[in-house]
Nanobody
Framework: QVQLVESGGGLVQAGGSLRLSCAGS????????MGWFRQAPGKERELVAG???????NYADSVKGRFTTSRDNTKNTVYLQMNSLKPEDTGVYYC?????????????????WGQGTQVTVSS
């Protein structure tokens, strides 16, 4: 069982930065692939970034070069650094955990979800 708690969301102007954190519980946290999903109003949840248990990362084309995800398994924490934010980055951001090696785009393949944190980027 893994519990996930996100923090770090908020309101920022376009061009600004935010850093999201996701604190996990459980001794097996380091074995999970972790994903960051975003859900904008009226849209489906989409994967924006992911990191495997050994630190391999991948990103949606829309955030490549602007977002960076990392993890610190000693702290059971995953991070999402978001730079050069755009209004289209607005949404609720969810941290997720998957009990497999690979990061995948299908949200149904993830076992645990955080409560979400709101990110709003004003123009």
């Amino acid at each position: 069982q893994v519990q996930l708690v996100e923090s770090g969301g908020g309101l920022v102007q376009a061009g600004g930065s935010l850093r999201l954190s996701c604190a996990g519980s459980g001794r097996t946290f380091s074995t999970y692939a972790m994903g960051w999903f975003r859900q904008a109003p009226g849209k489906e949840r989409e994967l924006v970034a992911g990191i495997t248990n050994i630190g391999s990362t991948n990103y949606a084309d829309s955030v490549k070069g602007r977002f960076t995800t990392s993890r610190d398994n000693t702290k059971n924490t995953v991070y999402l650094q978001m730079n050069s934010l755009k209004p289209e980055d607005t949404g609720v951001y969810y941290c997720t955990a998957r009990g497999r090696y690979a990061v995948v785009a299908d949200p149904k393949q993830y076992d645990y979800w955080g409560q979400g944190t709101q990110v709003t980027v004003s123009s």
